[in-house]
């Protein structure tokens, strides 16, 4: 018998403008890290000793192992839920003047301090241009199976 669990990410990321207009849209699949897995794993524990993920943050480099290359700006997750199956959706806005520039990488962390780990998923894209007037709204799930 052979019985275990996958973990499958995906994000969606919308860019507006000022007015609300979409600029630019894009899916990515991309990667649970180590310290995800751990995380995921440690919150099974009565008392789990890691922090649950709370935080996305927004960079212009390429993610590393456990932290972005290069980042520019870090939100709370204005949404975290579980649907009625094993899918987490983290959702967070990067707004006017928060993150601008050629973005190429996020991440979610389990601290709000900027450039500080624990990063639980991460992904790298072409260039999404964040002008400062724009708003950047990233929605991630986390999904497992068995």
């Known amino acids: 018998m052979n019985s275990g669990i ?3 990410t995906n994000m969606h990321l919308v ?3 000022e007015s609300g207009k ?24 009565a008392s789990p000793s890691l ?16 932290l972005l290359g ?16 094993a ?7 990067f707004g006017a003047g928060v993150g601008t520039g050629a973005i190429t990488e996020a991440g979610t962390f389990d601290v709000v301090t900027a450039n500080a780990i624990n990063m639980w998923m991460s992904a790298s894209f072409s260039v999404i241009n964040k002008a400062a ?12 199976t068995p």
């Open 6 to 8: 996958n973990i499958n």
């Open 15 to 17: 860019l507006t403008d």
């Open 22 to 45: 979409i600029k630019d849209e894009r899916r990515v699949h991309n990667a649970v890290t180590t310290a995800g897995a751990q995380g995921i794993a440690d919150q099974i524990l």
């Open 51 to 66: 922090s649950k993920m709370g935080w996305m943050a927004i960079g212009t480099g390429s993610p590393a192992a456990t």
């Open 70 to 85: 290069a980042e520019v700006a870090r939100v709370a997750f204005a949404s975290k839920t579980r649907g009625s199956n």
């Open 87 to 93: 899918v987490i959706t983290s959702v967070a806005t």
């Open 133 to 144: 007037g724009d708003s950047l709204t990233i929605t991630w799930t986390l999904t497992v």
